[in-house]
């Protein structure tokens, strides 16, 4: 699947849709923190997600694609964070 194809579709997700495909991103996360890139398929986050191998290639199509999102949902996390303290830093 083409990054278009996949950007199309996530932009047509139902909230039901929008919320598995975080629950795959989410899981995923942390697979890869625990056993790293190498280590995580698209089969263990299915299984570890309790979703269908159809969902899993629906939203991502191959493994880096899914790779691509565990980091764009890592770095939101951590800009999260950060993002606060940055904005006081220089009232200082």
Avoid: C, W
Avoid at 35 to 48: K, P
């Amino acid at each position: 699947m083409t990054a278009n194809r996949l950007a199309a579709n996530q932009r047509r997700l139902t909230p039901k849709g929008r919320a598995t495909r975080d629950r795959i991103v989410a899981v995923a996360a942390q697979l890869t923190f625990e056993h790293g890139v190498g280590s995580t398929s698209l089969a263990g986050a299915q299984e570890a997600a309790g979703v269908g191998a159809s969902q899993v290639y629906r939203y991502f199509g191959d493994k880096q694609s899914l790779v691509k999102a565990v980091i764009a949902y890592d770095t939101d996390a951590v800009l999260g964070t950060v993002r606060p303290r940055l904005g006081s830093a220089g009232q200082h």
